[in-house]
């Protein structure tokens, strides 16, 4: 079982920077792909950036410019450096990442959240 912490959430004006960590634990083996998602309220989950073990990252088209997701595959975490932020940016942010094994296929993992806020 993999484990995943998200950190660094918190409430900012419009115009500034805030940086999200995600650790992950437990019984790795190879997360392929470690990405963010985000839910703003009242709204669907949606896919915010993503990255593979060999690089690629993808970023939705709202945050391209602004946000920089990396990740650190000795330490098992990934960051979402966010600038220039909006208050439509305003969500609960979850730490995603996708597992593929032999033995039992493609495993999903989700972090707990951690809320972010824009004021304008």
């Known amino acids: 079982q993999v484990q995943l912490v998200e950190t660094g959430g918190g409430l900012v004006q419009a115009g500034e920077s805030l940086s999200l960590s995600c650790a992950a634990s437990?019984?790795?083996?190879?997360?392929?792909?470690m990405g963010w998602y985000r839910q703003p309220p009242g709204k669907q989950r949606e896919l915010v950036a993503r990255?593979?073990?060999?690089?690629?990252?993808y970023y939705k088209d709202s945050v391209k410019g602004r946000f920089t997701i990396s990740r650190d595959n000795v330490k098992n975490t990934v960051l979402l450096q966010m600038n220039s932020l909006k208050p439509e940016d305003t969500a609960v942010y979850y730490c995603?990442?996708?597992?593929?094994?032999?033995?039992?296929?493609?495993?999903?993992?989700w972090g707990q959240g951690t809320q972010v806020t824009v004021s304008s």
């Open positions: 437990g019984n790795i083996r190879d997360l392929t792909v």
């Open positions: 995603n990442a996708v597992e593929i094994t032999f033995e039992a296929g493609r495993i999903e993992y």
């Open positions: 990255i593979k073990n060999s690089d690629n990252p």
